[in-house]
Each structure stands twice: as C-alpha cells, then as structure tokens.
C-alpha cells in the first residue's frame, strides 16, 4: 500500500514540473549563476526578494524578453537583384 501512494505521489509531483514554455521577464544574474542566470521571476519584486540574500546579485529584464524580434521576411527577387518583393 505505501508503495502504491508513493508511485502516485511521484507521478503527481513529475507531471507538474517545472514548464519551459515560457520566458519569464525577470531574472538574477551575477553570484555563482553563470551566464544564464536564474530566469523564473514574474514580477521585479519577486526578483528582488530572491537577490537580495545571494551576494553579488543583481536583477535585470531576460535577454530573451528584452531582445526578441520578429524573423525579418524573405524576399525574392531577379538575378540581378532587382524588383524585389516580400514572399507573402
């Protein structure tokens, strides 16, 4: 029986790991967290909260918030580069 409520406990705690679907906006950066950081805050409080017991951590926005842009479109155009136009 207590193996039985331990296999479902495992597979309950697995199933709502940790999603990487999403980019959080705030993240700690410096201390020993390397170059990516801990990116997991909502909120610049929260991110706030979470640095200011590590030493040498700072908060600032995700790279990958701050720099994302859209793809830029392909364009077709003649041999000798001319009458170009965007592929819809």
Do not use: K
Request: aromatic share 10%.
């Amino acid at each position: 029986m207590r193996l039985a409520l331990f296999v479902v406990f495992m597979l309950v705690g697995l199933s709502s790991a940790a999603n990487a679907e999403r980019d959080y906006p705030w993240c700690v950066f410096g201390g020993q967290l390397g170059y990516s950081g801990d990116c997991m805050y909502v909120t610049r409080e929260q991110c706030l909260a979470s640095a200011s017991g590590r030493s040498n951590t700072y908060c600032d926005i995700n790279p990958r918030v701050r720099f994302r842009q859209e793809a830029p479109r392909r364009t077709t155009c003649d041999s000798q580069g001319r009458r170009c136009a965007p592929n819809p």
